[in-house]
């Protein structure tokens, strides 16, 4: 009997509770979440290693002579975006035009951002404000987890990142926001450690230990600031994101915080002085079409009232993303599109005081200051490109690359602030809050990789934004020069009379089309077309390259020297012009 009672007392363990798979998950949780983000970041982007350069790729790094050498690249000191431009330098002298080279740097800059997007939310949340508010140890890394996790993985695999990620030249985007996530990051390890040694250190012993790491810290994050500065102007928010994170989630002196942020609003000065030392205007950026078709600035503005509702609907909804939309330009803000947008945007705005307000009066509502926070980040940043600043094209996806980080924060932020306060089983809100999340992640991840396969190839992309934006003369001619190097001539000829009857002054059009004729062996309409270009676009020196080929396939060698020296003329770094003018001057003087 005794045996039997024993046997009955020995009850069977539970199959799992001792999971090594499962303690290794929850010991290491912060790994696996970084882990995560860079698989689902490789995957999302694994099929645009071969996707070939596109639109402004073309005039920023194959004819670019500013990036055939590391040299050349650093010797353009004035430029306002030198960084960059260092950047693809760098590439070319490791990949010459091999593309997969410069999709690889753009991946890596790419998951970089999104591991500092996960690092920056996760040490804010050790920050005195919320080391106040949430006194639960484990509920405050519990809440850092989710919120950091959640806004890393929406910004790394979201639809409307591929833009920035995938279309080469848009690095300028992504690194500037690397150098960007980097200082702000720096700067806030710098607080977190300037707070324990100046509360807890003697100030004799502060050149020791985490004296050294605190100013270590602080010129990290500073030079950051300078090197995003001079890779993109939308670094110019910089400074104000940086004291909007400090006057947020910490407190003390206003002389010694003012100190402290003073360096970043002197940097500053870096992105007016590199403009005018590159010849651009202050307050004016162009575009393709240049300074002439520029709106005047209460005409941008009002379109942007509208442009900034499209860009939420597309972080929400990222359906019918486009490469280049035809946007209207909005001339009054009586019109109903702007008013409404605007009271719209005015309402977003107001919600994020409301958060900001309601996060210091309720503490189980601390997490809405970090929701506040990114709604600001988002206004904030965007301000550069979508304000008072005239620029040629009205609207890119790639301009979203930085403000989304504040969007996801927001979103992400206040998902979880409704998760923790929601009446009901407690855990149970939580549990279905990231089941949501996860399977949104899994379906912005399936997105964002099915329009990567758009840009595949150059017929596909164009094919695609030609569909979208069938009035935009840009876009049927630019879809009309890749059926011509497709050699599909007749269909590149539709596209091209197609452009030039949208906007019958349209030099790239003329231009192409010149170039069409000219290999289908039409060589009068070819020079005529290439004429009407060069009369309306007098510097154009592609055009006159291409009447002097002409000229050569018909024997006229003399007119074909004029045209190659009128093009160097107009751009002295011409190397195929100057190669042809040289053949053909050998040639002369051989039958002569």
């Given amino acids: 009997m005794a045996k039997k009672k024993n046997k009955k007392l020995e009850a069977p363990k539970k199959s799992g509770s001792r999971n090594p798979y499962l303690a290794f998950l929850k010991k290491n949780q912060t790994t696996v979440g970084l882990l ?13 290693f071969a996707v070939p350069f596109v639109f402004d790729d073309l005039s920023n790094i194959l004819y670019n002579p500013e990036v055939r050498s590391i040299n050349d690249a650093l010797h353009a000191a004035n430029s306002s975006r030198v960084v960059g431009v260092l950047s693809f330098a760098l590439n070319y002298r490791f990949n010459n035009e091999n593309v997969t080279g410069y999709h690889a740097v753009n991946l890596v800059i790419h998951l970089a951002n999104a591991l500092m997007v996960f690092l920056f939310v996760f040490i804010t949340f050790k920050t005195p404000f919320f080391r106040e508010k949430l006194t639960n140890e484990s509920g405050l890394k519990s809440q850092a987890l989710i919120v950091a996790l959640f806004s890393a993985l929406f910004f790394v695999v979201h639809p409307v990142q591929t833009q920035a990620v995938t279309y080469v030249v848009q690095r300028f985007a992504s690194l500037a926001t690397m150098f960007f996530l980097l200082s702000i990051f720096m700067y806030a390890r710098f607080r ?35 090197l995003a500065m001079l890779t993109k102007e939308i670094a110019f928010t910089l400074p104000v994101i940086i004291a909007l994170w400090e006057f947020s989630f910490f ?51 009002f379109t942007q009232f509208r442009v900034l509702v499209t860009y939420l609907r597309l972080l929400v909804i990222p359906v019918a993303q486009n490469l280049d939309y035809d946007y209207p330009l909005y001339r009054s803000f009586t019109e109903p599109a702007v008013f409404l947008s605007f009271f719209f945007l005015t309402a977003v705005m107001a919600g994020g005081v409301l958060m900001y307000y309601l996060s210091a009066r309720k503490r189980d509502l601390a997490i809405l200051r970090l929701a506040a926070f990114g709604v600001f980040w988002f206004f904030i ?34 998902v979880q602030a409704v998760a923790v306060t929601w009446p009901g089983r407690k855990g149970l809100t939580s549990k279905v809050a990231i089941t949501a999340m996860a399977l949104l992640v899994l379906v912005s991840a399936f997105m964002a990789f099915e329009r990567n396969n758009i840009w595949h190839d150059r017929i596909s992309l ?38 030039l009857a949208i906007k019958p002054d349209y030099t790239v059009a003329q231009y192409v089309l010149g170039a069409n004729y000219a290999m289908q062996g039409k060589y009068d309409e070819a020079t005529a077309w290439l004429h009407k270009a060069t009369e309306i676009q ?55």
């Avoid at 995560?36 to 645009?48: D, F, P, Q």
């Avoid at 003697?202 to 500073?222: C, D, E």
């Fill in 36 to 48: 995560l983000i860079l698989l689902l970041g490789v995957v999302v982007y694994s099929n645009t």
């Fill in 192 to 226: 977190l450690v300037s707070e324990v040694t100046e509360d807890k250190v003697p100030a004799h012993r502060l050149s020791m230990g985490p004296g050294v790491r605190k100013t270590v810290f602080y010129a990290i994050s500073l030079a950051s600031a300078a």
């Fill in 251 to 301: 407190s003390g002196g206003i002389i010694k915080r003012i100190l402290r942020l003073s360096p970043y609003f002197l940097i500053l000065l870096l992105v007016p002085l590199s403009r005018i030392l590159s010849g651009f205007p202050l307050l004016a950026a162009t575009g393709e079409e240049g300074l002439s078709s520029l709106p005047s600035v209460t005409e941008y503005l």
């Fill in 381 to 414: 940043t965007i301000a550069v490109e979508s304000s008072i600043i005239p620029i040629a094209d009205l609207i890119f996806e790639h301009r979203l690359y930085l403000p989304s980080i504040g969007f996801f924060l927001m979103a992400v932020a206040g």
């Fill in 462 to 499: 164009w094919q695609d934004v030609v569909e979208k934006s069938p009035g935009k003369a840009r876009p049927q001619t630019n879809l009309g020069k890749a059926y011509s190097d497709n050699g599909e001539l007749e269909k590149a000829q539709s596209h091209l009379v197609l452009a």
């Fill in 538 to 592: 007098p510097d154009f020196a592609e055009a006159y390259y291409q009447l002097g080929n002409i000229h050569v396939l018909q024997g006229r060698f003399d007119e074909a020297v004029l045209e190659y020296e009128e093009a160097i003329r107009i751009y002295p770094d011409y190397k195929e012009a100057r190669n042809q003018l040289e053949i053909l001057k050998r040639l002369q003087s051989g039958t002569r």
